[in-house]
Nanobody, 115 residues
Framework: QVQLVESGGGLVQPGGSLRLSCTAS????????VSWYRQAPGKQREWVTT???????NYQDSVKGRFTVSRDNAKSTAYLQMNGLKFEDTAVYYC?????????WGQGTQVTVSS
């Protein structure tokens, strides 16, 4: 199994930046993709981005050009660099790994974009 812990959220002004981290326990992190999801108040949880075990990335259209997902397998950590933040980016952000058909989720970290 794997345990995921997100960190790095906080309050930021529009146009600002944050870097989220997702650190995994265990020794199998490098073999699986990592995804980031977010959930705003009153809304469904939505997919944001995915990075494969080989480093290939995909992004939701609304964050393309602003967000960058990366990973450091030696540290068992995935990152989400968020630039040019907008009010609509406000949400709880979760990392996710699907391992052998089971979805593992972190506890989430709050990102609030406000002036």
């Amino acid at each position: 199994q794997v345990q995921l812990v997100e960190s790095g959220g906080g309050l930021v002004q529009p146009g600002g930046s944050l870097r989220l981290s997702c650190t995994a326990s265990g020794s199998i992190f490098s073999f699986y993709a990592v995804s980031w999801y977010r959930q705003a108040p009153g809304k469904q949880r939505e997919w944001v981005t995915t990075i494969s075990s080989g480093g290939n990335t995909n992004y939701q259209d609304s964050v393309k050009g602003r967000f960058t997902v990366s990973r450091d397998n030696a540290k068992s950590t995935a990152y989400l660099q968020m630039n040019g933040l907008k009010f609509e980016d406000t949400a709880v952000y979760y990392c996710n790994m699907n391992i052998r058909g089971y979805n593992y989720w972190g506890q989430g970290t709050q990102v609030t974009v406000s002036s």
